[in-house]
């Protein structure tokens, strides 16, 4: 049998982007992905009602516009083309105020009164030096090229949410935003490092905005594959790979899958010791997942939100802190933290004429059977009145359905894993080199890995490096 230079197992956007980084150096390259479709966490599907395009999990991509790898490659050649909502993030309030997060920060700064000069001394430096700071902040977490710089991040970046809100906010509404921010994190807000990820997506909304891909998420993987293909890489769809012995002669192997996954199809080739921390790995909360195909625009108090391609829902610190901290003990909070996207407000093309879909989901505990429909209706009811009769027809999934339509996300966590420091840094386990496994020609390549959860394609990028090097001899 001939042998390819490398297999991919898994077709999301870290396994693509492994598999283009591999394919740029000549090399051959197959990438197998056991369902019908490619995509991982970037499927659109018809879910509610013929002609409603509704993205599975992700929806709206900052990380993906501010990935050092994914942001170079042309894939508006292929197909794929950003829309950019006026209003990045928008956070009502039950008084019918919102905050409204735009790309502009000076706009946005004006609206948190006497914080106004706090907010902007925190991120002037960090969205002035964003193309370097995103280099580190991607990067394999374990050296860094611009130390000062990240040494300024990072002495905001290990509080915790409430402490660093605490101690630079007076203003409850400038408070309540920046939990918007880093309650994405699915984590606790009095932890310590939960901070760094409100960070990051509050300097990439200045810096860089909060965009949508026309047409659905969908295209982002399948311009990536297009383009993969065009260098020559094949793909091979339904072939649900159960055993390491399956695969295809390959001088490099990578793994686009979580570790329990790949204990189970690696079984006896790892060490049993290095096997034993795979099936300890973390996995965090999972999430409430619901699509909505709807008559018109969600009626918000506040008219703004309609500008907004991303909306918090949850109102103030206070109570998002509570929602957050709850699911970690294992309860079902009555008003949970909810993250929505109204795409259809920007790209008419994926509904029906004058109709929208709605894409929402709350965070739950790991592996929840709960149905939480009416929590997330509730609290959109709770900012724009009358959304309830607006519904045409819903879909929704628990956190266990969740697993169940993508392997990756065990429990419904669709992070790869707990974002806790300690995973940040020893993402599957740690090690300097956190993509090699312990098995001749063996990697993982997914959010698993540094630099963690969303759709940047960095992990397969540093995997694919990483192989590069060790199985290649090609250095970048």
């Known amino acids: 049998m001939s042998t390819l230079d490398a297999v991919i197992v898994g077709s999301g956007p870290n396994g693509l982007s492994a598999g283009i980084l591999l394919a740029q150096k000549?090399?051959?390259?197959?990438?197998?992905?056991?369902?019908?479709?490619?995509?991982g966490g970037t499927r659109t599907k018809e879910l509610t009602e013929p002609g409603f395009l509704h993205d599975v999990c992700s929806a709206v991509h900052p990380t993906a516009v501010a990935s050092p790898f994914l942001s170079k490659l042309e894939l508006k050649k292929y197909g794929l083309e950003w829309v950019y909502p006026e209003v990045a993030a928008a956070h009502p309030f039950d008084s019918g105020n919102a905050i409204l997060g735009y790309q502009d920060l000076e706009?946005?700064?004006?609206?948190?009164?006497?914080?106004?000069?706090?907010?902007?001394?925190?991120?002037?430096?960090?969205?002035?030096?964003?193309?370097?700071l995103r280099h580190d902040l991607f990067g394999t977490l374990r050296s860094v090229q611009n130390p000062l710089l990240m040494a300024s991040f990072g002495w905001y970046g290990w509080l915790s949410a409430k402490d660093l809100t605490s101690s630079l906010f007076k203003n409850p509404e400038t408070k309540a935003f920046?939990?918007?921010?880093?309650?994405?994190?699915?984590?606790?807000?009095?932890?310590?490092?939960?901070?760094?990820?409100?960070?990051?997506?509050?300097?990439?909304m200045h810096a860089v905005g909060w965009p949508i891909a026309k047409g659905g998420s969908a295209k982002?993987?399948?311009?990536?594959?297009?383009?993969?293909?065009?260098?020559?890489?094949?793909?091979?769809?339904?072939?649900?790979?159960?055993?390491?012995?399956e695969l295809p002669n390959a001088r490099a192997v990578l793994f686009d899958l979580t570790p329990h996954q790949i204990a189970k199809i690696c079984d006896q080739t790892l060490p049993s010791d290095f096997r034993k921390k795979l099936e300890n790995y973390e996995y965090g909360p999972g999430v409430f997942k619901m699509d909505f195909a709807v008559s018109e625009p969600i009626p918000w108090k506040n008219e703004e939100c309609k500008k907004a391609g991303t909306v918090h829902l949850g109102g103030t610190f206070e109570e998002l802190a509570h929602s957050e901290r709850e699911i970690w003990k294992g309860n079902h909070p009555e008003k949970p933290y909810v993250l929505l996207s109204q795409p259809t407000l920007f790209d008419a093309s994926r509904a029906p004429n004058g109709k929208h879909v709605v894409w929402a989901y709350c965070h739950v505990p790991n592996s929840?059977?709960?149905?939480?429909?009416?929590?997330?209706?509730?609290?959109?009811?709770?900012?724009?009145?009358?959304?309830?009769?607006?519904?045409?027809?819903?879909?929704s999934?628990?956190?266990?359905?969740?697993?169940?339509?993508?392997?990756?996300?065990?429990?419904g966590d669709i992070?790869?894993?707990?974002?806790?420091?300690?995973?940040?840094?020893?993402?599957?386990?740690?090690?300097?080199?956190?993509?090699?496994?312990?098995?001749?020609?063996?990697?993982?390549?997914?959010?698993s890995t540094p630099p963690g959860g969303g759709v940047h394609g960095m992990c397969g990028f540093h995997a694919a490096k990483s192989a590069l090097k060790n199985e290649f001899g090609i250095t970048l």
């Open 397 to 411: 999934m628990n956190a266990v359905q969740m697993n169940t339509y993508n392997e990756n996300y065990v429990g």
């Open 220 to 245: 982002i993987t399948h311009a990536m594959a297009k383009y993969f293909e065009s260098l020559g890489g094949s793909i091979e769809i339904g072939n649900r790979i159960k055993s390491f012995k």
């Open 107 to 132: 706009k946005t700064s004006e609206q948190f009164g006497k914080d106004s000069k706090f907010y902007k001394r925190l991120f002037s430096e960090f969205i002035d030096h964003w193309d370097a």
């Open 26 to 39: 000549g090399l051959s390259v197959q990438i197998i992905e056991a369902e019908d479709t490619i995509g």
């Open 178 to 204: 920046f939990a918007g921010m880093a309650a994405h994190s699915i984590l606790p807000l009095e932890k310590l490092f939960s901070s760094s990820f409100g960070l990051v997506l509050t300097t990439s």
């Open 415 to 447: 992070n790869g894993g707990a974002q806790s420091f300690k995973q940040l840094i020893g993402r599957p386990v740690l090690k300097w080199d956190p993509y090699k496994l312990p098995h001749k020609g063996f990697y993982i390549c997914s959010s």
């Open 368 to 395: 929840s059977e709960k149905d939480c429909s009416e929590e997330i209706i509730n609290q959109i009811e709770r900012y724009a009145p009358g959304f309830r009769d607006t519904i045409i027809a819903t879909h």
